[in-house]
């Protein structure tokens, strides 16, 4: 499986940003989706999964109520709505995969529960 993150960029404090990763290669039914992400200086954390069958996310409490993830399953998509953006989000947003998951309404929360990686887009948000 191969994962292609986009949408980062430069915004300001209280702005938004969506990003999004496709997923090819192998079949990628079945996969539960999530973004991470490595702050400067800092280890990589979890940020959001969402369940392949899409009625399922979870968040962490950093981004929760300001962050939304979705999938479109049709094109292979996961999207990370960013809004209320904060200086402490800066960071490279990771997207991941986990295939072949049996249960629909799975999500997973850490980096050894996902065996595909994107290659990151960085989110800088000035104060």
């Known amino acids: 499986v191969q994962l292609q993150a986009s949408g980062g960029g430069l915004v300001q404090a209280g702005g938004s940003l969506r990003l999004s990763c496709t997923r090819s290669g192998r079949s990628t039914s079945r996969s539960v989706m999530g973004w991470f992400r490595r702050a400067p200086g800092k280890e990589r954390e979890f940020v959001a999964s969402i369940s392949w069958g899409g009625g399922t996310t979870d968040y962490a409490e950093s981004v929760k109520g300001r962050f939304t993830i979705s999938r479109d399953n049709a094109k292979s998509t996961v999207h990370l709505q960013m809004n209320s953006l904060k200086p402490e989000d800066t960071a490279v947003y990771y997207c991941?995969?986990?295939?072949?998951?049996?249960?629909?309404?799975?999500?997973?929360?850490?980096?050894?529960?996902?065996?595909?990686w994107g290659q990151g887009t960085l989110v800088t948000v000035s104060s």
């Open positions: 991941a995969a986990r295939s072949g998951v049996y249960l629909s309404t799975t999500t997973y929360t850490t980096e050894n529960q996902y065996g595909d």
